[in-house]
């Protein structure tokens, strides 16, 4: 099977931009959630989406935002973009059963905002 | 409420044994643990659920104590493959959001 596939890997935007990410979830896989990495603040959590619908949201602004499509694939939007939006972005599925929600990371978006 | 993981990094030789522990404030329903090597993705390694149930690679060993809200990963007769940090996520209710540990920093020297 395939793995979690994310576009772009890298990317390099402008304070005041916005930037759009893209997820492609394994075959089969109908929960995909985003998570925020950086250095100083770990890994946090973003939002999860399950069959087109957000399922759990984090403790970002509204500034974050996603969705999901029927196929299953996810984009999330970073509106107005702030040095500290600066991060790598990871996806990660999973089959979406809430009581084993082991979860697949993707390879991650490298934003570097400027 | 980020779970606090220690300890926060540590050092082996090879064939020595390391215990990474994860606690918790508040009451858990289920532990997820994660190895990421520097450039790489986090990686499944296990999950343990309130109750005893648990799912994960057959050579990874990991308790959930309940009355204590902690889980333990334990890595043992460790390989230079073991090197890699390693996370701590939990969940306090069925399907809930992930919210993850600080990060265990492992290496594993020659």
């Known amino acids: 099977k395939a793995g979690v596939t994310q576009t772009p890997r890298y990317l390099i935007k402008t304070r005041g931009q916005q930037v759009t990410l893209s997820c492609s979830p394994i075959s089969g896989h109908r929960s995909v959630s985003w998570y925020q990495q950086t250095p100083g603040q770990g890994l946090q959590f973003l939002f999860e989406?399950?069959?087109?619908?957000?399922?759990n949201k984090g403790n970002f602004p509204g500034r974050f935002s996603g969705r999901q499509f029927s196929n299953s694939r996810s984009e999330m939007n970073v509106s107005t973009l702030e040095l500290g939006d600066s991060a790598l972005y990871l996806c990660?599925?999973?089959?979406?059963?809430?009581?084993?929600?082991?979860?697949?990371f993707g390879p991650g978006t490298r934003l570097t905002v400027t | 409420q980020q779970p606090v993981q220690s300890p926060q990094a540590v050092i082996l030789r090879e064939g020595e044994d390391a215990v990474i522990n994860c606690s918790s404030s508040k009451a858990l329903y289920s532990v997820h643990w994660y190895r990421q090597k520097h450039g790489e993705a986090p990686v499944f390694l296990m999950i343990?659920?309130?109750?005893?149930e648990q799912k994960g690679h057959e050579k990874i060993s990991a308790s959930f104590n309940e009355k204590k809200q902690q889980s333990s990963l334990y890595l043992t007769a460790s390989q230079l493959s073991y090197s890699g940090t390693y996370f701590c996520g939990t969940a306090y209710n069925q399907g809930g959001k992930l919210i993850f540990g600080q990060g265990t920093e492992l290496s594993v020297k020659p």
């Open positions: 990660a599925s999973s089959a979406g059963d809430r009581r084993w929600t082991e979860e697949y």
């Open positions: 989406y399950f069959s087109e619908t957000q399922r």
């Open positions: 343990l659920l309130k109750g005893g």
